[in-house]
């Protein structure tokens, strides 16, 4: 059984940095895409990074200089480095993983349970 877990959620002054982390665990063949999303209170969830297997990155436009993505895929994590946090900021962040359990080539998109970034003006 696959589970995400992320960790480094806090409570940060606005110009502060946190780095969050999201590792995968249970039956992994291979990981492909991973990446970060956010959701703030009565807002829809939104793309905050991707990072392919490869190591490629997309931003959306607002995280774009602050924020970071990365991987580890020797243990299947990813992080987001999140620098000049802004007011706006404050949400809970999830990770996902396209993700195949076996050599079938079928993935599938597993999410974590998110952990929650407060800014503090």
């Known amino acids: 059984q696959v589970q995400l877990v992320e960790s480094g959620g806090g409570l940060v002054q606005a110009g502060g940095s946190l780095r969050l982390s999201c590792a995968a665990s249970?039956?992994?063949?291979?990981?492909?895409?991973m990446a970060w999303y956010r959701q703030a209170p009565g807002k829809q969830r939104e793309l905050v990074a991707t990072?392919?297997?490869?190591?490629?990155?997309n931003y959306a436009d607002s995280m774009k200089g602050r924020f970071t993505i990365s991987r580890d895929n020797a243990k299947n994590t990813v992080y987001l480095q999140m620098n000049s946090l802004k007011p706006e900021d404050p949400a809970v962040y999830y990770c996902?993983?396209?993700?195949?359990?076996?050599?079938?080539?079928?993935?599938?998109?597993?999410w974590g349970q998110g952990t929650q970034v407060t800014v503090s003006s």
């Open positions: 996902n993983a396209d993700l195949a359990e076996d050599y079938s080539g079928t993935y599938y998109r597993f």
């Open positions: 990072v392919t297997s490869g190591g490629s990155t």
């Open positions: 249970g039956t992994i063949f291979r990981i492909n895409a």
